[in-house]
């Protein structure tokens, strides 16, 4: 399954303005939805224009085989294009055997909406068409949130790949490489994997847990990659809902495996200064890791202490049962917990125990989170390495962009004037 039109536009790296969905029906490629961010919309409006892009786009129709988006369904791979308005018919000819003269209809919308470079990614049931307002040499990153926030919650960049999932195989379906680390993105989009057994991303998938790979030895399974990063890079696979795993790895020889969370926890615990945390979500029954996060100097210390091993990073070995545990009680209640001191919980409230005691995590503090719905959807671990009684008032003061109802659940938790986590 694709990204969200809307995410896919909003995190193109070369500033998206529009997005559109071509849904194959009785044979043609048909315009199915469209999205165009609110500045766009606004900077449309105030240039005197008629319509947009996408608006004018929404009465074509493309057979496979035909014009680009017909091309991109028809070979199901990606395409880019540098400059709409700068295509020719011999250009298009050449590269693609036969071009439909539709295609350059477009090209007159192009022009008059300032649009320059695109991509067309394809899926199983169509084509998703993206684009922008600047030209770029080579092809934009472009990712969905979850992708967007493993990048936002690392200090140093890493390189991400999203997989997706359709028609027993895994195809990239979005990514992200830092500045200054060059590779060819249509390397990326070249490659997919049949969803077999010893494939590292089916491996993730089905056991709704993540697979590490900590830079020592070969990736598991049988995955052959273009050189993204050294070969000796660490690298993580989380399984994804919606049929889908996001790969987020370093890009320097003998890095640490990289944060990969939401940007919720990232938030969180920039805004509690913790530098250690975990994520658990629901995923076929069972409560499971969904991302972590250390900071910086949580880093280097479990380099220093731990032989660059991780409480988080073994945490992904865990899953919970609904009411199991204190992560299952969290989660079953929707009732946020603190725990001065995890190695003074009574038995059996704590699995982990003996892992908190080995990497030194003290405190804890076990927020429930929910969905728009108000239902539970979630556990946000935040801890530290110091025994502590309460949380800082003031700090929970601070103005952040972490949610609302996540701020309303630490503030329910913290006790002004009784001592610092810090």
């Not at 409006?45 to 991109?72: C, N």
């Not at 998703?128 to 030209?135: C, D, F, K, P, V």
């Not at 994997?193 to 010893?198: G, P, W, Y």
Request: aromatic share 10%; net charge negative.
């Amino acid at each position: 399954m694709l990204p969200p039109l809307k995410e896919l536009v909003n995190n193109l790296s070369c500033k998206g303005c529009y997005g559109i969905e071509w849904s194959l029906q009785d044979n043609v490629l048909k315009h199915k939805d469209h999205y165009n961010p609110e500045w766009r919309l606004a900077e449309v409006k105030d240039s005197g224009k008629e319509g947009l892009y996408t608006t004018h786009s929404a009465s074509y129709e493309f057979m496979p085989g035909r014009g680009l988006v017909g091309q991109a369904f028809s070979r199901q791979e990606v395409i880019f294009v540098q400059n709409l308005q700068k295509m020719t018919p011999e250009g298009i000819a050449e590269s693609f055997n036969g071009w439909d003269s539709t295609e350059f209809l477009r090209m007159g919308f192009a022009e008059e909406f300032g649009i320059h470079s695109a991509v067309f990614i394809p899926y199983p049931g169509g084509v998703i068409e993206i684009g922008s307002t600047n030209e770029v040499e080579t092809m934009p990153s472009f990712l969905s949130d979850a992708g967007a926030a493993a990048v936002y919650a690392n200090d140093v960049p890493p390189y991400v790949v999203e997989w997706a999932m359709t028609d027993g195989a895994f195809r990239p379906v979005g990514h992200y490489c830092p500045p200054g680390k060059a590779f060819a993105p249509m390397d990326i989009y070249s490659m997919k994997f049949t969803a077999t057994a010893d494939t590292v991303m089916a491996k993730a998938l089905k056991s709704g847990q993540a697979v590490i790979s900590s830079g020592k030895d070969e990736l598991p399974g049988a995955y052959k990659r273009c050189p993204l990063a050294p070969k000796s890079q660490s690298v993580i696979f989380l399984p994804l809902s919606g049929k889908g795993v996001l790969e987020v790895g370093c890009t320097s020889p003998g890095g640490r495996v990289p944060n990969a969370c939401s940007r919720t926890l990232s938030d969180t615990c920039k805004l509690l200064q913790a530098a250690i945390a975990v994520e658990w979500r629901l995923y076929d029954g069972k409560i499971k890791s969904a991302g972590h996060y250390n900071s910086p100097d949580r880093m280097s210390k479990c380099k220093e202490n731990f032989s660059d091993t991780r409480y988080t990073l073994e945490s992904y070995s865990y899953e919970f049962d609904l009411n199991e545990s204190v992560v299952g009680r969290v989660f079953a209640s929707g009732k946020s917990q603190l725990w001065p001191d995890l190695l003074t919980m009574p038995p059996g409230a704590f699995k982990r125990q003996a892992l908190a005691e080995h990497f030194d995590v003290r405190t804890a503090v076990f927020i429930a989170t929910k969905d728009e719905e108000g239902k539970p959807d979630g556990v946000l671990e935040i801890c530290t390495d110091k025994v502590c009684e309460m949380l800082e008032e003031e700090i929970l003061k601070s103005k952040g962009t972490i949610p609302p109802a996540v701020l309303a659940e630490l503030r329910e938790l913290s006790r002004p004037n009784l001592g610092s986590i810090y």
